[in-house]
């Protein structure tokens, strides 16, 4: 896991500190994309308004973790019938999360 850390004092702390953190978010979106990657069909067809069927053949194309800026980023790109669906989920010690 890359680890960079950006000038904020939430930053200069983990740094400090030599400390990481997760959220469950980011746990629970780790697991489905490594652990049950069939659960991603559903993600994807509420965020990107598809239609899949739950059985979809569908291929990983990169999955990555690492901490950014005091944050921790899990990248994923699924590819569905020539599509690419990008989904980052990303997380804030303060439980503050985002994904598209």
């Not at 950006?6 to 469950?24: K, P, R």
């Not at 978010?25 to 994807?44: C, G, H, N, S």
């Amino acid at each position: 896991m890359d680890k960079c850390v950006d000038s904020s004092a939430e930053g200069a702390e983990i740094a400090e500190n030599g400390e990481g953190f997760n959220t469950v978010f980011d746990d629970v979106f780790r697991t489905i994309a490594q652990k049950m990657p069939f659960l991603l069909i559903p993600l994807i067809n509420e965020v990107f308004g598809t239609e899949y069927a739950e059985d979809q053949k569908f291929l990983q194309r990169h999955n990555e973790h690492y901490e950014k800026f005091g944050k921790i980023v899990t990248n994923s790109i699924i590819q569905i019938e020539g599509h690419l669906y990008h989904i980052e989920c990303q997380s804030k010690k303060t439980g503050i999360w985002y994904s598209g």
